[in-house]
């Protein structure tokens, strides 16, 4: 055999060498992310298998999903190290340890608890509407196409300010698709290696995308079932028995943290009088926009529920009885103001809420003692004239 045929072999079998390891990679990866569907611990396993060493050794990737009620593209998650001191300490930490792709990607915990993630952090805050003009993170989410940047002269050419602000000099932007639609883009770079992005590094980097933008697919799914059976259809708050979840957490959390946790129960005066009067389809309307009010006047860490028929209850962490009744104050001041169908026919002239308050640890040590005590003040609101607070006594 002649040296060029000799080469030519060898040079196939590196190949075929090359293809088989890249095969195996992504099926593990792919058996990674099969085994859960918890949407954060996928983004994980993407952005951890772009970025270590024994999957696709970018240094940095960077993962945005469309949000299509607001026509945004919003940060979701990050991972890469700070500075380029900070990159090559974690690859030889990971290299003296024998860390492997699968401790890697099985790490999330550790990750989500560590409180240093300056990039994430940064990522996080971004949110671009989702058009042409916002960038290129924007374009290949709406085009579908991935945006190849791998040369100083092509970026000399791109103003993003966005990019800038990440300082992504070199780097690879790929639309995440699933079956018909695109759900993101990622974002990659080896701004730190400063090792060039090759044609291989860009064909994986696409292959991984396809199977990652299904991953994600089927975990929004499990999570939007998983929230419609813990929701009410009508008012789209928590139904009552995720509302017990959460109050019980929320007191364990707060015995744990010697703070306070609140709960406000209400209830719509002369409901029945006015469904009966006004129609099902009026009381459903005002249970919906209860609801909604609720949804608006709340933080991302309070619960929320329709707590029964024309019941709703709300849990407050970290916050004592007096903001409490301020708090209960301004929802029922919102729901007095709403502009209701036929309420002038009401019997006190409107559709309005009777709330009552209680707060752990000052009206009880448990859960069950805080709602019948809160279920108590709602009731002497009632007697006291209705459309009106009290705190437990």
């Not at 000399?156 to 300010?161: A, F, G, I, N, T």
């Not at 992005?197 to 860009?202: G, H, K, L, Q, S």
């Not at 809160?374 to 009106?388: H, P, Q, T, V």
Request: contains cysteine.
């Amino acid at each position: 055999m002649d040296e060029g045929a000799m080469n030519t072999e060898q040079e196939l079998r590196q190949d075929l060498d090359r293809a088989r390891a890249e095969l195996r990679m992504l099926y593990e990866i792919g058996n990674a992310m099969r085994t859960t569907l918890k949407l954060d611990e996928i983004l994980y396993m993407i952005l951890t298998a772009i970025t270590c060493k024994e999957g696709l050794g970018f240094n940095r990737a960077l993962l945005f999903l469309s949000n299509e009620h607001r026509r945004a593209i919003d940060g979701a998650m990050a991972i890469g190290p700070a500075t380029g001191e900070e990159a090559s300490r974690v690859w030889d930490e990971m290299e003296s340890k024998d860390v492997t792709l699968d401790d890697l990607i099985y790490s999330y915990h550790s990750w989500e608890e560590s409180p240093d993630k300056p990039l994430n952090d940064l990522v996080q805050k971004i949110s671009l509407p989702l058009t042409e003009d916002s960038g290129i993170i924007a374009q290949a989410c709406l085009e579908g196409m991935p945006f190849e940047i791998t040369t100083p002269g092509r970026r000399s050419m791109v103003k993003d300010r966005t990019l800038d602000q990440l300082k992504c000099n070199l780097f690879v932007a790929v639309p995440l698709h699933s079956h018909s639609k695109v759900l993101g883009t990622i974002l990659a770079d080896k701004l730190y290696s400063r090792q060039q992005i090759t044609r291989d590094d860009i064909r994986m980097l696409a292959m991984f995308a396809n199977q990652a933008g299904r991953a994600i697919e089927n975990s929004r799914v499990y999570e939007e079932t998983l929230r419609q059976s813990k929701t009410d259809s009508l008012s789209r708050l928590w139904n009552h028995a995720t509302f017990h979840e959460h109050a019980n957490e929320a007191v364990d959390q707060a015995r744990a943290s010697g703070q306070s946790v609140s709960f406000l129960m209400m209830d719509l005066d002369h409901f029945k009088y006015y469904n009966d009067n006004a129609g099902h389809a009026a009381g459903d309307e005002v249970i919906r926009i209860a609801g909604e009010v609720l949804r608006n006047m709340t933080r991302e860490e309070d619960t929320a529920a329709r707590y029964g028929g024309e019941e709703f209850a709300v849990v407050l962490p970290h916050i004592g009885r007096d903001k409490a009744f301020e708090r209960a104050e301004e929802i029922r001041a919102a729901i007095e103001a709403w502009d209701f169908t036929k309420e002038d026919e009401q019997p006190d002239g409107g559709v309005t809420v009777s709330i009552g308050v209680a707060t752990f640890p000052a009206d009880g040590d448990n859960k069950d003692e805080i709602l019948r005590k809160a279920d108590n003040a709602l009731y002497d609101a009632k007697r006291a004239g209705r459309n009106r607070t009290r705190a437990a006594r």
